[in-house]
């Protein structure tokens, strides 16, 4: 409850290895054999059902169904981030990236000082690419003036379901909670619904697109989606109105914290490593000659940019949770460990991410470490890093599906800003900015940061 779940899960494995006890029947297990164990063999270990905030419609989005319907939903959704669906979103997630650069600019000329909040920028960035791949249309956080503060109830969120997932242990408070919490927000949460329910309704009722243009995540949903009393509600290949709104609020409010945090972690883990920020930038401009030249498909084989998301990433996950399934009654073994039934089971993101006993200097920032070792920036120090270890995303049926929509996101964020951009920490204030709390995602927190426009 006081956000600092993960130093302490550290501290335990450091001091009594891999597998270690956190609960009467919970295990929290730092080994890179144990993510196939764990995610992926079959039968699948079901997700803890206590980990997961109850959906507030009672019809369950992706990340909280379980079997079938966990099945038929990923199988419904897969559509909207295949490759091809990725390759026809690409001009919009660009759009939004050139967005955030012109209202950078705008900011700067306005202003009297060079210094910005980058967090608060890339919230909006984030929250306007997913709102109008979810809904077909954005919330206009860059283009407008007409601030909003989604961001901030969205992270409220997320302390919400972490002090709901510590009570879950002393039922009936989880209870009492969602009974307080749920009757003081009652008024809020529907004004939510109608307003995001009508922006979906209005894209369903556009009907099919024949000519392919339209790239949202609803269009491909179109004709699969049945009403909630539907006898066909179980039928493969279909989702409910239900399901749907509940899904794509959910996924709004993961993915715009999450990307959030991580463009903002990785830009302060850069501006604090000079010599890696220079590398980078070298790399941008001796690459593009022009602004128009960064796209998601030309930034997709950039060596160092990819290592330095990859690495940031790795030293600081934006959610540094544990994944916790329960282990079927006749028990698993997990990585050479017999583990009884009923138990469950989890690897902590950010313990496994920073063991001494699978990476090199595993507090440092390197992103030399993901270069390929034919790189000639790759140090073969880290020959001995475990790659293996590294699953940002998860492995199994239950992975993250928009890993790719993000990497693409993150890709041409960063490249476009350091491309347009001299950008450095003023003075020495910030060096604490990485002291943050964690529920579920890290807390938000402004990084102001100084800005210089690049003259080519
Ligand atoms: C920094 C960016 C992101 C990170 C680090 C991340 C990480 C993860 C992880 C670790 C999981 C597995 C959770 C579990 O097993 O309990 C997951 C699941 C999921 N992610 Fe992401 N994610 C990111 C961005 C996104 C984006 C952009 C989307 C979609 C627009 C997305 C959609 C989902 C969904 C729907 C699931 C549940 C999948 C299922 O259960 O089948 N994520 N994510």
């Not at 992926?40 to 270990?45: A, D, H, I, K, M």
């Not at 709104?245 to 604090?272: D, G, I, P, R």
């Not at 063991?355 to 920036?377: G, I, N």
Request: hydrophobic letters at 35%.
């Amino acid at each position: 409850m006081r956000g600092t779940l993960w130093r302490r899960l550290d501290m335990l494995h450091q001091k009594h290895g891999t597998i270690v006890r956190i609960a009467p029947n919970e295990l929290s297990i730092s080994s890179p054999g144990a993510w196939a164990d764990i995610y992926t063999s079959r039968p699948l270990l079901i997700k803890e059902p206590s980990s997961q905030t109850p959906p507030l419609n009672g019809a369950h989005s992706l990340f909280t169904a379980v079997g079938e319907h966990h099945q038929r939903l990923r199988g419904v959704l897969a559509q909207g981030f295949s490759d091809k669906t990725l390759r026809q979103q690409a001009p919009l997630i660009e759009h939004y990236a050139t967005e955030l650069i012109a209202r950078l600019r705008r900011e700067l000329e306005d202003a009297d000082t060079p210094v910005l909040d980058l967090q608060r920028f890339f919230g909006y960035a984030a929250l306007d690419t997913i709102t109008h791949l979810s809904y077909g249309e954005s919330l206009d956080g860059l283009s407008s003036r007409n601030e909003h503060d989604w961001m901030t109830r969205f992270f409220m969120h997320g302390r919400f379901s972490t002090i709901r997932m510590c009570l879950c242990w002393l039922s009936p408070l989880d209870t009492i909670l969602d009974t307080v919490v749920l009757s003081m927000t009652r008024k809020q949460r529907a004004q939510n619904w109608a307003f995001f329910s009508s922006k979906i309704e209005r894209q369903l009722a556009k009907g099919e697109d024949p000519t392919g243009q339209r790239c949202d995540l609803i269009t491909p949903l179109i004709g699969k989606v049945v009403d909630d009393r539907s006898t066909e509600v179980r039928k493969p290949g279909s989702i409910t109105k239900k399901e749907l709104f509940s899904h794509s609020l959910a996924s709004v409010v993961a993915n715009s914290q999450l990307t959030t945090v991580a463009l903002t972690t990785c830009t302060y883990l850069l501006l604090s490593h000079p010599r890696t920020l220079q590398r980078l930038v070298a790399e941008l401009r001796n690459t593009f000659n022009s602004d128009k030249d960064i796209t998601v498909q030309s930034t997709q084989s950039m060596p160092y940019l990819g290592a330095v998301l990859d690495e940031s990433m790795r030293l600081r996950h934006p959610t540094p949770i544990t994944l916790p399934r329960v282990v079927p009654p006749q028990g698993r073994v997990v990585d050479g460990t017999f583990i009884p039934g009923n138990t469950i089971v989890g690897i902590n993101l950010h313990v496994i991410q920073t063991s001494p006993l699978y990476w090199v200097d595993p507090h440092s920032f390197y992103p030399e470490r993901f270069l390929p070792p034919t790189d000639a920036r790759y140090d073969a120090r880290f020959d001995k890093d475990v790659k293996r270890a590294f699953m940002p995303f998860s492995t199994g049926p239950r992975n993250c599906i928009g890993s790719r929509l993000y990497l693409a996101e993150a890709r041409i964020t960063l490249a476009k800003l350091f491309w347009n951009f001299d950008i450095s920490l003023p003075g020495q204030q910030q060096k604490d900015w990485l002291d943050q709390r964690a529920f579920l995602v890290w807390e938000p927190k402004s990084l102001h940061v100084s800005f210089v426009v690049h003259e080519k």
